[in-house]
């Protein structure tokens, strides 16, 4: 009986090994860095086409360098880069039709919404446009992966979230987040619920669609009611659904957060959740027309964030959406105060303590300050 037992114990490490095989995007990662995920080919850069479009096509970059100023990382090394996604990856969600229809520049102009990108040629399309789409959808695949094996794991891009499997749109090439969930599906063993929680300006129809009648995915969505894309068929595969009005602000935003997300997390308990942390919910964003202040963006990403460690479920976050100059600047200061609130941590413990050393010393310097008559 005891051979038997390890036998079948090594049949099912073999099983789960050769599961993850020949998942490409899963590299192996030194342990020594942080989960966080980025790649200098994420910008998106064509000519200057892209100042056509509201969307800030620089804004990973920036996060990073910003991040990088806090002390937080060193630099890539302290990183992970993610693979870029190919076809066979992208078909796992992704209909031949709908990757073929790329080929073509003046439906990619269609999908990121830039009319003059029809006129260039494909090649050229494909190299500076949708390589880095499938870059940032690769760091949403590990991201997941990552999240199941450190706990937490952040993409610094991706957040595709109103693109499905056929149909792509509103500045979103790749359904980066129902592959993420697919590949964990298929490749992970004990992953069989996950949740989305879409705290992005604007509704989260492509994942929604993907996920229609799915019920091992639990989706979140709150939202502007009243702006792009209003796809009523996609609402029906939101479980926990909160509309609102233009110029919400700060005081409701959070307290639906609050009050909602545990009731979301108890009622399905799931493995593992996908977090689309857009920040076009900033006052001023010319889309999102919610009002919340740099302030409410901080403390939305921690409420999240410590609502679901303190559940012990493996969580991933991407950035999604945001049209401002200063989106790059809140995402960087909130993640920091991720890391000050130590709702995630440094793979390096000394660096920690350092940390916690240099902002302890910063504060008290702060209070003893004489201010200026």
Known sequence: IMGQRQSEEVEDHTEAEERNEGVRLYKNVDDKRWPIIYSSNYDISFFRLERLHPFDSSKWRRVFELLQQTGMLKGTEDTIEPLEADEQDLLTVHTREYLDSLRYSANVAIVIEVPPVALLFNRVVQRIILRPFRYQTGGTILAAKLAIDRGWAINIGGGFHHC??????????????????????????????????????????????????????????????????????????????????????????????????????????????????????????????????????????????????????????????????????????????????????????????????????????????????
């Open 164 to 373: 499905h499997s056929a149909e792509g749109g509103g500045f979103c090439v790749y359904a980066d987040i129902t592959l993420a969930i697919k590949f964990l599906f298929q490749h992970v063993d004990g992953v069989s619920k996950v949740m989305i929680v879409d705290l992005d300006a604007h509704q989260g129809n492509g994942h929604e669609r993907d996920f229609l009648n799915d019920d091992k995915v639990y989706i979140m969505d709150m939202y502007n009611r009243w702006i792009y894309p209003n796809d009523v068929a996609a609402k029906e595969a939101i479980r926990m659904k909160i509309e609102l009005d233009v110029h919400t602000g700060d005081e409701t935003y959070l307290r639906h957060v609050k009050r909602k997300l545990p009731v979301a997390l108890d009622d399905f308990k799931p493995d593992i959740v996908v977090y689309n942390a857009g920040t076009d919910i900033l006052i001023g964003d010319p889309l999102g027309i919610l009002d919340i202040t740099d302030e409410g963006v901080m403390q939305r990403d921690e409420i999240v964030f410590h609502e679901v460690k303190a559940r012990n479920i493996p969580l991933f976050m991407v950035t999604s959406g945001g049209y401002q100059r200063n989106n790059a600047q809140v995402i960087a200061n909130s993640i920091h105060n991720l890391y000050t609130k130590k709702l995630i941590t440094s793979p390096d413990p000394t660096s920690q303590d350092i940390h916690d050393e240099q902002e302890s010393m910063e504060t008290e310097e702060n209070k003893g300050a004489t201010p200026n008559n």
